[in-house]
């Protein structure tokens, strides 16, 4: 059974930065994708970041510049740095894993950037 572990939300002001921490665990092997999707209240989710096994990165256009995604494959983790958040980040974060032949999700964890 994999599981997948997010950590490192909570309340931050316009300005500041959080890190996230999603960490998989379990019988999961030669992880391809990792991810981190958003979804705010009456809104649909979001892709905000991926990196690939090899290290190659993509950002939504809302956070590029801002937010920084990294992973150890050697833990089977994946962060995200985000700095100078705004109001407009607040969402629920989820990771997402994605093997050959499977994809995980987290439960989320919620960000809210309010002063």
């Known amino acids: 059974q994999v599981q997948l572990v997010e950590s490192g939300g909570g309340l931050v002001q316009p300005g500041g930065s959080l890190r996230l921490s999603c960490a998989a665990s379990?019988?999961?092997?030669?992880?391809?994708?990792m991810a981190w999707y958003r979804q705010a209240p009456g809104k649909q989710r979001e892709l905000v970041a991926y990196?690939?096994?090899?290290?190659?990165?993509n950002y939504a256009d809302s956070v590029k510049g801002r937010y920084t995604i990294s992973r150890d494959n050697a833990k089977n983790t994946v962060d995200l740095q985000m700095n100078s958040m705004k109001p407009e980040d607040t969402a629920v974060y989820f990771c997402?894993?994605?093997?050959?032949?499977?994809?995980?999700w987290g439960q989320g964890t919620q960000v809210t950037v309010s002063s």
């Open positions: 990196i690939t096994s090899g290290g190659s990165t």
């Open positions: 997402k894993v994605a093997t050959m032949t499977a994809s995980y």
């Open positions: 379990g019988s999961i092997f030669n992880i391809n994708t």
